[in-house]
């Protein structure tokens, strides 16, 4: 019998990391779930506690990783992932940018693993090239609030690359633009969760700034498979995913009282200091070497989540 592969997800207790640890359980593999519950939730993984091929190990990959055994797969998605989580966390955010990438690639190294990291659009900033293609160098203020994760994710990127070129190491690195789906926070201030909840408890939907900014929504099930597209290829990128399908804030916020029957009113916020105002993959290069593209279009992934923040978030 052939052995069963091996993968650690960090971050795994989290939004998409749950949706990986899912994926690669119904692959039949073997999934060692790592996070230390700053952000993510024991409820995203409960599902899978009976299971035998999955393991969850309560750890802080900032600090050295020790994993018994043979691992094929390192994917790095520890991170707080939004404004509000990481304004909350600056520190913690850098440490798992910095020492939790190089943690990771180490165990890369030692198992002989590929290892994929989850790098981010906000790679970009505020960018002043729209579409983003992978080759966009960014926009972004070292200095500013959200400058703890961009640049965290921009060092992660450069260290990965590093590990590539001088260890020879099989690495991937993905850039996630604006995911959404079951199992976000209500309370993580990014756009989705805020508008379907206000929506449904009839409160006001806060747009910050004119609303005209814009950002390009991707369900969860079709970043998933674009990670494991490029998991399993011959490139190592950086790699764009992300639904190209592009609308201003205020547009979805309609989109969302429609959706939801809310009689809600829109009230407008000051836009936080370095909010992107605009937000789109160019997706070339997934589709070419991934044959990749989004399937779930936003109305449909947008009436799943929101049938999820019915049922479970009250």
Same mark, same amino acid.
């Given at each position: 019998?052939?052995?069963?592969?091996?993968?650690?997800?960090?971050?795994?207790?989290?939004?998409?990391?749950?949706?990986?640890?899912?994926?690669?359980?119904?692959?039949?593999?073997?999934?060692?779930?790592?996070?230390?519950?700053?952000?993510?939730?024991?409820?995203?993984?409960?599902?899978?506690?009976?299971?035998?091929?999955?393991?969850?190990?309560?750890?802080?990959?900032?600090?050295?990783?020790?994993?018994?055994?043979?691992?094929?797969?390192?994917?790095?998605?520890?991170?707080?992932?939004?404004?509000?989580?990481?304004?909350?966390?600056?520190?913690?955010?850098?440490?798992?940018?910095?020492?939790?990438?190089?943690?990771?690639?180490?165990?890369?190294?030692?198992?002989?693993?590929?290892?994929?990291?989850?790098?981010?659009?906000?790679?970009?900033?505020?960018?002043?090239?729209?579409?983003?293609?992978?080759?966009?160098?960014?926009?972004? =203020?070292?200095? +500013? $609030? &959200?400058?703890?994760?961009?640049?965290?994710?921009?060092?992660?990127?450069? /260290?990965?690359? !590093?590990? *590539?070129?001088?260890?020879?190491?099989?690495?991937?690195?993905?850039?996630?633009? =604006?995911?959404? +789906? $079951? &199992?976000?926070?209500?309370?993580?201030?990014?756009?989705?969760?805020?508008? /379907?909840?206000? !929506?449904? *408890?009839?409160?006001?939907?806060?747009?910050?700034?004119?609303?005209?900014?814009?950002?390009?929504?991707?369900?969860?099930?079709?970043?998933?498979?674009?990670?494991?597209?490029?998991?399993?290829?011959?490139?190592?990128?950086?790699?764009?995913?992300?639904?190209?399908?592009?609308?201003?804030?205020?547009?979805?916020?309609?989109?969302?009282?429609?959706?939801?029957?809310?009689?809600?009113?829109?009230?407008?916020?000051?836009?936080?200091?370095?909010?992107?105002?605009?937000?789109?993959?160019?997706?070339?290069?997934?589709?070419?070497?991934?044959?990749?593209?989004?399937?779930?279009?936003?109305?449909?992934?947008?009436?799943?989540?929101?049938?999820?923040?019915?049922?479970?978030?009250?």
């Amino acid at each position: 019998m052939t052995k069963k592969k091996t993968v650690v997800v960090t971050g795994g207790a989290g939004f998409l990391g749950s949706h990986l640890c899912d994926r690669f359980l119904r692959e039949d593999k073997k999934v060692i779930c790592i996070d230390n519950l700053i952000t993510g939730s024991m409820k995203n993984i409960s599902h899978l506690k009976t299971v035998k091929d999955f393991e969850f190990i309560k750890h802080d990959v900032s600090k050295e990783i020790a994993v018994k055994g043979p691992v094929d797969y390192i994917l790095h998605f520890a991170s707080p992932a939004s404004p509000v989580d990481y304004l909350n966390y600056p520190i913690p955010t850098l440490k798992v940018g910095s020492l939790g990438t190089h943690n990771g690639l180490g165990l890369a190294k030692k198992k002989k693993a590929t290892f994929l990291l989850a790098s981010t659009s906000e790679v970009y900033g505020d960018p002043q090239e729209h579409p983003q293609k992978e080759t966009y160098w960014g926009h972004v =203020n070292p200095t +500013g $609030p &959200r400058g703890v994760y961009d640049e965290a994710k921009r060092f992660a990127e450069a /260290i990965t690359l !590093a590990y *590539h070129r001088y260890h020879k190491m099989d690495i991937k690195i993905i850039r996630i633009f =604006n995911t959404y +789906g $079951p &199992r976000m926070r209500i309370n993580d201030g990014r756009v989705v969760p805020n508008f /379907i909840y206000q !929506a449904l *408890h009839g409160k006001p939907l806060t747009v910050f700034g004119n609303g005209k900014q814009t950002r390009s929504f991707c369900y969860y099930s079709d970043l998933v498979e674009g990670i494991v597209r490029l998991l399993y290829s011959k490139i190592s990128g950086p790699v764009n995913i992300g639904n190209p399908d592009e609308f201003t804030i205020l547009e979805f916020a309609k989109m969302v009282k429609q959706m939801a029957g809310s009689k809600s009113r829109i009230v407008y916020r000051p836009l936080p200091k370095d909010d992107p105002k605009q937000r789109r993959p160019d997706i070339s290069l997934a589709r070419k070497e991934l044959r990749w593209r989004p399937a779930v279009k936003l109305e449909k992934g947008l009436k799943q989540t929101m049938d999820w923040f019915k049922a479970n978030v009250k």
